[in-house]
C-alpha cells in the first residue's frame, strides 16, 4: 500500500516557468489537500478538494491552480514560477465522516527550487 | 493570534531525557487533537490522537489536553536519538473540518 505518491521529488525551475506537481493516493478517500511548508512558517493550506469535482482555495492560494483529475489524484498547478513559491510543497489526504476521518495522511513532498 | 501556538524551538535534549512539548490554542470548538512526527526530508505522520479532554499514553509517548486552559501536550519518555524530528501539533471542531497546524518544533536528542 502506498498511500500518498507525490511526483517529483524535486524540481529546480526558473522564474516564469509552469510545472504539474502530481499527487495520487490509493486509500480511496475522498478528500484531499495542498500544502506548503516554509521555515518558520509552518504548513499552510493552498487548496483543497472535498470531494471529487470539488475544489476550494486554502489559506495561500494566490499563483497556484487544482485540477482534482477523479478521486485518486490531484494536481497542482504553478502558470508562471516565482521566486515566492520556492518551498516544499506537500499533498495529504484524509476520509471525513468517519470516526477518524480528519485525521490526514501525507506524501513526501516535493521540494521546488524557483530561481 | 493565530488560532493554534506551538513554542518554535528548537529544543536539545540528552537522550534519556523527559521531553514535554506544547501547543495553546483559541478557539473552544477545538474537539479533536493530535501530533504528527515529521522526520527530515519526510512528510509528517500522525503520532497520536485523542479526543476531548484527558490523557492518552502510547509506549514512551502521553499526549495530553487540558480544554479548560487550551493547552495540548506531548511528553516523551526516556527520549532517544530516533526521537530527534519536527512535531507538529493539530486540531479540528469536528466532522468535515479541516486542520488547524501549529507551526511545529524541532527537537533533537543528543546520544
Known amino acids: 500500500n502506498a498511500g500518498v505518491t507525490q511526483t517529483p521529488k524535486f524540481q529546480v525551475l526558473k522564474t516564469g516557468q509552469s510545472m504539474t506537481l502530481q499527487c495520487a493516493q490509493d486509500m480511496n478517500h475522498n478528500s484531499m489537500y495542498w500544502y506548503r511548508q516554509d521555515p518558520g512558517m509552518g504548513l499552510r493550506l493552498i487548496y483543497y478538494?472535498?470531494?471529487?469535482?470539488?475544489?476550494d482555495k486554502g489559506e495561500v492560494p494566490n499563483g497556484y491552480n487544482v485540477s482534482r483529475l477523479n478521486k485518486r489524484e490531484f494536481s497542482l498547478r504553478l502558470e508562471s514560477a516565482a521566486p515566492s513559491q520556492t518551498s516544499v510543497y506537500f499533498c495529504?489526504?484524509?476520509?471525513?465522516?468517519?470516526?477518524?476521518?480528519?485525521?490526514?495522511?501525507f506524501g513526501a513532498g516535493t521540494r521546488l527550487s524557483v530561481l | 493570534q493565530k488560532e493554534v501556538e506551538q513554542d518554535p524551538g528548537p529544543l536539545s535534549v540528552p537522550e534519556g531525557a523527559i521531553v514535554s512539548l506544547n501547543c495553546t490554542y483559541s478557539n473552544s470548538a477545538f474537539q479533536y487533537f493530535m501530533w504528527y512526527r515529521q522526520y527530515s526530508r519526510k512528510g509528517p505522520e500522525l503520532l497520536m490522537y485523542t479526543y476531548s479532554s484527558g490523557n492518552k499514553e502510547d509506549g514512551r509517548f502521553t499526549a495530553q489536553v487540558d480544554k479548560s486552559s487550551k493547552y495540548i501536550s506531548l511528553f516523551i519518555r526516556d527520549s532517544q536519538p530516533s526521537d530527534s524530528a519536527t512535531y507538529l501539533c493539530?486540531?479540528?471542531?469536528?466532522?468535515?473540518?479541516?486542520?488547524?497546524f501549529g507551526k511545529g518544533i524541532t527537537l533533537s536528542v543528543r546520544p
Open positions: 478538494s472535498a470531494s471529487e469535482g470539488t475544489t
Open positions: 493539530a486540531t479540528y471542531t469536528g466532522a468535515n473540518s479541516k486542520l488547524t
Open positions: 495529504a489526504s484524509s476520509e471525513p465522516g468517519t470516526p477518524r476521518g480528519n485525521i490526514q495522511y
